[in-house]
């Protein structure tokens, strides 16, 4: 399993940008595809995006556009880089591990980080 801390969240006036990073430690299964989730208040986990090991991406449609994810495997870190902020982009952002396969999930990710939190301001 994974060990996942997530770092970079703030509070950013709507429009602006953050970028988050998630460190990773320990060995990743062979399905090595890292995912990005949010959570608002009262709200269930969703989907952001994610990458894989060789760097292809992928992302959820609410996003697309304004959010990108990169990776530096030397470091073991992903990024999440959060472009064009609104106000409905508030909540935790975690990133996630370990994948199972099938869809990208809460389900199918096994390893999880602590979050970081992003409020966007109007």
């Known amino acids: 399993q994974v060990q996942l801390v997530e770092s970079g969240g703030g509070l950013v006036q709507a429009g602006g940008s953050l970028r988050l990073s998630c460190a990773a430690s320990g060995r990743a299964g062979s399905r090595y595809t ?45 990024y999440l880089q959060l472009n064009s902020l609104k106000p409905e982009d508030t909540a935790v952002y975690y990133c996630a591990a370990d994948w199972f396969g099938g869809s990208y999930s809460v389900t199918n990710f096994r390893s999880w980080g602590q979050g970081t939190q992003v409020t966007v301001s109007s």
């Open 34 to 78: 890292t995912g990005w989730f949010r959570q608002a208040t009262g709200k269930e986990r969703e989907f952001v995006g994610g990458i894989t090991w060789g760097g292809n991406t992928f992302y959820a449609d609410s996003v697309k556009g304004r959010f990108t994810i990169s990776r530096d495997n030397a470091k073991n870190t992903v």
